[in-house]
């Protein structure tokens, strides 16, 4: 029998191959994991631990706050006209430019008018005609007159006179309403802006043949000075606007652009709808602006804010600082020991980022704005937005940078 057929030879071999990957398995991964560095412990002194967070603060104030209703609107022109020719003819001239300021009256295109001069003058012609029978049948008629007094001619030639005088002066009325008509047709030669506003597009060129009743029209005219803006706002709002606005007040609307940063016009509250929509319960208002500047542009989108009423002599902080909680609303103030402390308010209206406290704070309350998220009760605090509270820090700050570098 060889050695390593021997049992007891066997098991020895097999704890000698434990023994060996256990020894590996303890070189290869603990040995040789790296110890991780101690860092030395935070001394407790004074207010450097726990750290203080840094905040930034506002005061309360106690002022007027308007309270505004938003919505979204479009811009309307009070009038919109498509300028069509009231007579056929060519085309002859265009008086504008596409994109022109145009006053009420002013010409803006002209058709040919020789031919309704000519008209004109067929009309004057019968007229001088129809004057001129009329005369002769009014000079007959006193010679009747005279005769019939002498008993030279009958009661029944009397009246057939006098009934031709009243033919004559019809036919008179008739060739004047005639020349009128032909004055008028030509007039019509020279297309005049029914209203003041601004040109479009031309839709015609010169030397094109003119037809009544053409659906594209001349130009297209859209009065922007003054300009409209129609808006809608929701069933629930409907008393706020509705109570000053039957009341006579004048309630200030303001058009902002669409990101809301800059105001481009300021106007009034002008009419509201008899009705409101079932489909979406909103009601729909319409607001008139000067545009002097035209910066209101007719089928724009706006953001639309109608200022209801104020909020006179309230406590007013940014909106942002405000908490919402299991607790209810509240904020964090600032005390005189530079602590985080919290106080339960309750809100009052908001206007854009503004919000109205009317119970919890008063005038001059520290509220937090920034730094909120690690904030707690009780936390010390030092306040970036304050200079007087920076510079003790710096001190501090180097001590322990010193530390730092002494213990390392």
Excluded: C
């Amino acid at each position: 029998m060889s050695l390593f057929s021997r049992p007891r030879f066997r098991w020895f071999l097999y704890v000698a191959v434990v023994l060996l990957m256990g020894f590996g398995t303890w070189y290869f991964a603990l040995r040789s994991k790296p110890e991780r560095p101690r860092y030395p412990q935070p001394e407790w002194a004074g207010n450097t631990w726990p750290p203080l967070i840094p905040v930034r603060t506002v005061t309360a104030e106690k002022r007027d706050l308007p309270v505004h209703l938003k919505a979204i609107g479009t811009v309307t022109p009070l009038n919109t006209v498509t300028v069509k020719a009231r007579v056929p003819g060519q085309l002859l001239r265009i008086a504008f430019e596409e994109g022109q300021r145009v006053e009420r009256g002013q010409v803006l295109a002209e058709i040919d008018p020789a031919p309704y001069r000519i008209v004109l003058a067929q009309a004057e012609g019968r007229l001088q005609q129809a004057m001129a029978q009329l005369e002769s049948a009014r000079s007959d008629f006193e010679r009747t007159t005279n005769l019939h007094r002498q008993n030279l001619v009958t009661d029944q030639q009397l009246q057939l006179q006098d009934a031709l005088v009243a033919e004559r002066a019809g036919a008179v009325a008739t060739a004047q309403a005639q020349v009128e008509d032909a004055r008028l047709q030509l007039s019509y030669t020279r297309v005049e802006a029914p209203i003041a506003g601004r040109a479009g597009l031309r839709r015609v060129d010169v030397g094109n043949l003119i037809r009544e009743g053409d659906t594209n029209g001349l130009v297209v005219l859209t009065q922007t000075r003054p300009i409209t803006v129609t808006f809608t706002i929701p069933e629930v709002d409907l008393q706020s606007v509705l109570d000053p606005f039957r009341a006579g007040e004048s309630l200030v609307v303001e058009a902002w652009d669409r990101r809301e940063t800059a105001v481009l016009a300021t106007g009034v509250l002008k009419t509201l709808d008899n009705q409101i929509d079932t489909a979406t319960g909103t009601l729909k208002l319409k607001a008139e602006f000067a545009n002097e500047d035209e910066r209101l542009f007719p089928n724009q989108f706006v953001n639309v804010r109608l200022r209801v009423r104020t909020l006179e002599q309230a406590v007013v902080i940014p909106a942002a600082a405000v908490q919402f909680g299991s607790r209810g609303t509240y904020v964090y103030l600032v005390d005189a020991d530079k602590k985080a402390a919290i106080r339960d308010v309750v809100l009052g209206p908001v206007d854009g980022s503004e919000q109205a406290i009317t119970k919890g704070l008063a005038p001059g309350d520290q509220v937090v704005l920034e730094g909120l998220d690690r904030l707690r009760e009780g936390r010390g605090v030092i306040v970036t937005n304050d200079p007087a509270s920076a510079a003790p820090a710096a001190p501090a700050a180097a001590s322990n940078g010193n530390a730092k570098a002494a213990r390392k």
